[in-house]
């Protein structure tokens, strides 16, 4: 992805168009820190932000002096973005430029650092669908920051100033944000930070007051299935039902995307017919013969509930008279308008709490089968309000 241009961007036109207007004006803030929820964009922005910045059509010190912001030998190019042929924009575009740095948060051992971050980086440069994904214990290491700092005495190589672009930046040690802030303060300074947090109260409030902040917005459903139907070659079915799992986040689209969503829905649904029938022999068949709960059990059953709230709210907007477009299971339409037919909205609402507490429950230290068993026994039986439970129900659910 690090051959976009800033006027590529797609569903996030508030950032794009402060970004370009940043650039044109020419005036820059010495950091920026673009924050929002994760798989929206922020990682492409940034680089295509820093490629705009570092193109020749702003000035090079190939072409001009350090002091010249825009020299008269300066190549024709857009005002707001990079041009994209220029040999800066060619060196950007394969990461290969010496004043352009890119940090991003790496686990594993230390040894195999260097062999680590070099992989990461060319999976990302040859697949437009990858997606950054960290361990618990991943981090901005040490070794790198320590080595870009010795950096930032010098003078940039070739541009008139160096970006630094710092991936997921809340996961930082309190030493390497003090490091850095010195270099964010320092009047005058060459060094340009760029850095993205989806959690922005994991930055130390100091960084956060010396940036300037970019705000990115989580995607429309319409642009996720879109997007995983055009690039990713998702059918459009599949595409709708990640899309409406995805929370506006192209990244947790493009990451469930190999869960086979289609089948598991149609499993979970599976399970959901016995549940809504009262049928416990039949539920508990229907569950026992699922056998995916291996080590990624709880997510596998957080993903079956999910798709089972996605059924019941399809029902509610059926109730509700809605077209066959705003349904999320459209591809099974009459099943999902004959089964609207039959229950009250209440129902299906009191159904969805049921769900959502078991989502919440089964965090809990409980198997994931007696946990789902349980949690879709709660669907059936109209007795049961969910009002009632107490917060650490998952222990005590009668079975
Ligand atoms: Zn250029």
Known sequence: MAGILLSQLIGQPDAQAFLRHTVASARYANAYLFHGPSGVGKGTAAIAFARALLCNTRGSLAHGGLFDAVPAMAPAGPPDDACGVCS????????????????????GEEKEL?????????????????????????????????????????????????????????????????AMLKSIEEPGASTMWVLTTSRLARLPATIRSRCQRVRFAPFAEALVSDFLQSRAGAEPAAARMLAALSGGSLARALTLRDAQPLELRN?????????????????????????????????????????????????????????????????????????????????????????????????????????????????????????????????????
Not at 274 to 295: H, K
Request: hydrophobic letters at 40%.
């Open 267 to 399: 499993q979970a649904l599976t399970m959901l017919d016995p549940a809504t029938r009262g049928d416990g022999p039949g539920l508990w068949r229907a569950i026992t013969s699922f056998n995916r709960f291996g080590r990624a059990g709880r997510e596998s059953l957080r993903r079956l509930i999910e798709f089972q709230e996605l059924w019941l709210r399809d029902l509610l907007r059926a109730r509700y008279g809605a077209a066959r477009e705003s349904l999320v299971n459209r591809d099974r339409e009459s099943e999902i308008r004959r089964q609207a037919a039959t229950v009250e909205a209440t129902e299906i609402r009191r159904r969805l709490m049921a769900l959502e507490e078991a989502l919440r429950a089964i965090e809990g230290n409980i198997t994931p089968d007696l946990a789902l068993f349980s949690a879709l026994m709660r669907v059936a039986d109209p007795a049961f309000e969910t009002r009632a439970w107490p917060a650490h129900a998952a222990g005590r659910w009668r079975y």
């Open 88 to 107: 800066a924009c060619t060196k950007t575009e394969s990461l290969q430029h010496p004043d352009l740095k890119f940090l991003f948060p790496v686990s």
């Open 114 to 178: 260097d062999v680590t971050v070099s992989e990461t980086i060319e999976a990302w440069r040859v697949d437009p669908l990858f997606v950054f994904t960290y361990d618990k214990a991943a981090s901005i290491r040490i070794s790198l920051t320590r080595d870009l700092l010795r950096e930032l005495a010098f003078k940039p190589y070739e541009a008139v100033r160096r970006v630094v672009v710092v991936r997921d930046s809340d996961r930082m040690r309190e030493d390497q944000y003090s």
